[in-house]
DNA sequence: GCCTTGTATTAGCATTCCCTTATATAAGCT
DNA sequence: AGCTTATATAAGGGAATGCTAATACAAGGC
């Protein structure tokens, strides 16, 4: 199925221990690792949960805090942060009424703030 | 309609020059910069996106040799292209019957190499 | 001129996303 | 117990996304 013509190696899908940083076509190998990362960028990519992710990547943030800085209603905002959650993204903690978020994959918050860099300058 | 306890500052969103990176909530302010983001990162949040920026965060690349790499239709590949030129990320040259895509905004090459470093390590 | 190759475009359909509205739950307060 | 506050969940519909299949187009080779 794969025809290219400097065929420097013969499978498409290398192991893991096969990888070569110089070569193109072996990063595409890495199904797994790419499909995670489009399920993080999907998730991540949204204004409201951009914001969300931000104001944690400087601490727990209480989901009323967050809904008045972002600026939408209370379901929409703990609908965002649900599907944050659902991809582990974030943890929460519950305290009496209150729920506290936090940021719990290190990779995401090392995402963020490179998102953060690139398009903000902060 | 913002009602946080330490009133650093009275607006939601404070001018450029107004920024202070110890402000959890002035970054959000900067809405323009998110939506930008937001863009961005919903365009590259496919798999099959993703895997054309990292052949192309090696140099142009023809559409044939991506839709061989990818392993989908032509047709298909041609489509992701679309949308990666759509919002500017990508560039393209045409030489006879052949079409060379190549990245062209800088900020993407960035986001591509740090997710590429976070999620497959290379 | 015709056939092949490389790429782009269109249409259609199934799926997913996102928002709004309404309601549920649970804890604190009086 | 009732009221209020904080958060979660469910239902609904409209929009966007992503795939396939079919077709268009443009350049080269014969």
Known sequence: M????????????????????????????????????????????????????CMLSSGEQMVQDLTDAIGTSQSNISQHLGILKACGMIASRKQATRTYYSIEDPRILKMITLTRDIFCGV
């Open 2 to 53: 794969i025809t290219r013509k400097s065929t420097k190696r013969k499978s498409i899908k290398p192991s893991s221990a096969d990888i070569d940083a110089t070569d193109i076509f072996a990063l595409i190998g890495r199904a797994e690792n790419i499909e995670q990362a489009a399920v993080a960028m999907q998730a991540m990519s949204h204004p409201a949960r951009i914001k969300i992710l």
